[in-house]
Every structure is written in structure tokens, then in C-alpha cells.
């Protein structure tokens, strides 16, 4: 039973453009939420969190959205860059203990100059 | 800031070979410990944490088993790889309650 969905398995964006990776998730006890971003051969890297107390979360060019009724959280990405070309991995768990973490099965997105 | 290390970056073996795969930590005390495996397809699956030594929690039952005999130290073993223990290996750890899984490079792991 997977928990947390990424239906996307792959997003292609002009650079400049907004990308926008959606995550849809089953279980009403999650309350945290996280995006990672993984490049090749590399481990993921922390993006940015979202506690379920908010529905917006920004830093620079990453916001994240959540809407709790729906189950569903999303991370635009303003603007794209070719840098941000990755596996974009979200997470959610029941409270911030990270031993709890669930993960989708990423989307790549690949950013075009 | 913590630094998670793990080696080898990549290994190939053979059906019914052991494993032992090693993850240090630097940068904090008594950090809970995670072992994840990304397979072909798949998101990430924890394996193992560990919340101190010789403190260890599975997840899935395998045919992996995972040891803590320091507290920065984190090892994945297997007395006899299968095919299906082909992946992407992570360790992880945080030293806080609220703080952000920070992950080794991983070890992409092909049995053969």
C-alpha cells in the first residue's frame, strides 16, 4: 500500500518557467511534510519542509503548498533553472521524527535551456 | 553541520556473497541512524534505524540484517546477497528531533 503517490514519474520545463511536482498522500495521521532532491549517484538532499499547521511554505524559489482536505501537497519551482534538473522525492510523516519519513517514488524533471 | 559517509560508491557481487556495507558520521553525538534502499522503480524503503548502540529496528524482513557497534557508525550486512538485493543503498542520520534526514552518497550495490 503506497502511502505517499508522486504520479509523475518524469516533468519537462523550459527554463524560466514554473515547475510544478504534485504528491498525494493516504494517510490522514501525517502532519509533516518534506521535499527532497536527489542528483545522480548522489544521495537526496533536504529541500524544504511543511508543517501540516501551514498550507504555504516558501524559500527563494520553492514553495510548497499543502491542502490537508485533499490530501495533497505540491512544490513550484519559479523560475526553473537547468540546475534544478533532479529526482524530486516528497516525504511525510507522523510528527517530525524523521524514523517515520514515507517517501514517493520521485519525479525526475528535466529543465531545458 | 553532519556529514554522512559511506563506501564503496559502487560494488558488484556475486549470488551468495556476504556484504558489509559501512556508514560513518560526522558532526553530531548520538545521531539516529537510518538505512534506506532505493530499488529499480521504487521510492525509498527504510530498512533499518538505529536510535543508539547496538539499538536497531527493522522495517521489512529481509535477507539484510544492520549493526551499530559505535554511536557514528552504522553497518549493513548480508551473509548471502541475492539478486533481488540489487540497488541503491542510503545511510542516513539527524541529531535532532526536527531536524531534516541528511543522507550519505550512497553505494549503488549490483549482484550478479
Known amino acids: 500500500d503506497q502511502q505517499v503517490k508522486q504520479n509523475s514519474p518524469s516533468l519537462s520545463v523550459q527554463e524560466g518557467r514554473i515547475s510544478i511536482l504534485n504528491c498525494d498522500y493516504t494517510?490522514?495521521?501525517?502532519?509533516?511534510f518534506l521535499w527532497y532532491k536527489k542528483y545522480p549517484a548522489e544521495g537526496p538532499t533536504f529541500l524544504i519542509s511543511i508543517s501540516s499547521i501551514k498550507d504555504k511554505n516558501e524559500d527563494g524559489r520553492f514553495t510548497v503548498f499543502l491542502n490537508k482536505s485533499a490530501k495533497h501537497l505540491s512544490l513550484h519551482i519559479v523560475p526553473s533553472q537547468p540546475g534544478d534538473s533532479a529526482v524530486y522525492f516528497c516525504?511525510?510523516?507522523?510528527?517530525?521524527?524523521?524514523?517515520?519519513?514515507?517517501f514517493g517514488k520521485g519525479t525526475k524533471l528535466s529543465v531545458i535551456p | 553541520s553532519q556529514t554522512i559517509h559511506q563506501w564503496p560508491a559502487t560494488l558488484v557481487q556475486p549470488v551468495g556473497s556476504p556484504l558489509s556495507l559501512e556508514c560513518t558520521v560526522e558532526g553530531t553525538s548520538n545521531p539516529n541512524l537510518y538505512w534506506y534502499r532505493q530499488a529499480a522503480g521504487r521510492g525509498l524503503q527504510l530498512l533499518f534505524y538505529?536510535?543508539?548502540?547496538?539499538?536497531i529496528s527493522s522495517e521489512v524482513p529481509q535477507n539484510l540484517s544492520a549493526s551499530r557497534p559505535q554511536d557514528r557508525q552504522f553497518i549493513l550486512s548480508s551473509k548471502k546477497l541475492l539478486l533481488s538485493d540489487s540497488g541503491f543503498y542510503l545511510c542516513?542520520?539527524?541529531?535532532?528531533?526536527?531536524?531534516?534526514?541528511?543522507f550519505g552518497n550512497g553505494t549503488r550495490l549490483t549482484v550478479t
Open positions: 538505529s536510535v543508539g548502540i547496538g539499538q
Open positions: 516525504a511525510a510523516s507522523e510528527g517530525a521524527g524523521s524514523y517515520q519519513l514515507t
Open positions: 542516513a542520520g539527524d541529531g535532532f528531533y526536527n531536524s531534516p534526514l541528511h
Open positions: 494517510n490522514s495521521m501525517f502532519d509533516y
